[in-house]
């Protein structure tokens, strides 16, 4: 119930924001974190998107979520993404989409599991910005792999608009 109430209430946050002129680009980004899966990781991340205008946009990333169980871990992911501008400079952002996790660690497969997170934007120039932002990815392995560890990334991003 609670997470039902709280997607509600940001809903309404971007609903409520002031409507502004189109600001449609596409964008690439890089970064890197702290991913957690069975231990604390370091972590690194390409990404590419398309804000639509202020508040809506579409994002596609690889992120390496450093070992789990002695092999590496990785994620594609598709989400939407949300903004709601606190003014000219900052922003706050979600997400949520799906996550293609994968391991190599023996007997586990690609997994598919829901991608959510949250972060803020801070826009340095025109075309450069940066953002803090935390992912979670779901289920690391397949069910086949015994495994149920959860990965999630908190990672700082730079980010150039064309």
């Known amino acids: 119930m609670k997470k039902i109430l709280s997607a509600a209430a940001l809903g309404a946050a971007f609903a409520a924001a002031p409507v502004s002129a189109q600001v449609s680009h596409v964008y ?42 002695g092999s590496s871990a990785d994620s594609l ?4 993404t949300g903004t709601l501008p606190l003014d000219r400079r900052w922003a706050l ?9 994968r391991t190599r660690v023996a007997g586990s497969s690609d997994h598919a599991d829901a991608l959510v ?4 934007a801070y826009v340095v120039s025109r075309r450069f910005g940066l953002r803090l932002e935390y992912e979670q990815y779901g289920r690391v392995a ?21």
């Open 93 to 101: 952002i979600a997400k949520a989409g799906v996550a293609s996790n």
């Open 77 to 80: 992911s598709l989400a939407f």
């Open 117 to 120: 997170g949250i972060g803020v």
């Open 28 to 69: 690439i980004g890089a970064g890197v974190g702290m991913a957690n899966t069975d231990s604390s990781e370091f972590s690194w991340k390409i990404l590419g998107g398309y804000q639509h205008d202020r508040h809506w946009g579409i994002e596609a990333a690889y992120t390496d979520l450093g070992n789990y169980r």
């Open 142 to 162: 397949g069910p086949g792999s015994g495994f149920n560890d959860r990965a999630d990334n908190l990672a700082l991003i730079g980010k150039i608009s064309f």
